[in-house]
């Protein structure tokens, strides 16, 4: 796998700025070229540029697999239609941050209790396998886990059981650590895909390598 450390908007905590899948990227409008090059190295992907609800954190608010950009039903109107470009969209009924509550990919969602058991329908009926649950002692699900086609890591403080229904529910295996030495939100250090990881700057050597390996469901 392709592998960087980087800053985005200034930032440690690069994956807060963007949503990705196996072809697509999703940065803020803000974002250098520079940059931008770098995340469509390090992916592999071709990207686009938005705001989600006016603000460049856009992994608090979407979601994205190669299926579908999941957005909460407040996005503005000029950023669903930026996005419908280049990808499907799918408007769930929520007025949560989305993104933080959700994480996913091709095969299944692991979604926090802090969604509506509706709007947690509303994205099984995208064809997703689907498990209500705040694991690694955390509500803010998708911030506390990142989720590929090959593999999924999830912080320390995830247990056995809840590691072992993740891989369940996602089809793939994974493992947990840290990231930006010692973040337990690790989505918000982490923007990858099956093909590559882009950190935060921060990310230790020996996270990096525990991140890999979750990642590369080894």
Known sequence: MNIAKTRILGSNYAGLFGVCSDELCILPAQVDK???ELVEKVLEVKTIKTSIYASPLLAV??????????????????????IEKEAKVKIINTENALGNLVELNDTGAIISKLLSKKAA?????TGLNIEQMNPAQTEVTGAALVATNKGFLINPNATKEEVKRIEEILGVKGGSSTANTGDMLVRNSILANKKGILLGEG?????????EEALSGE
């Open 34 to 36: 520079k940059t931008e």
């Open 61 to 82: 608010f979407a979601k994205m697999n190669n299926k579908y950009v999941y957005l909460p039903k407040f996005v503005e109107g000029k950023e669903i239609e930026t």
């Open 121 to 125: 329908e509303e994205i099984k009926n």
């Open 203 to 211: 990310t230790s050597p020996h996270e990096i390598n525990r991140i």
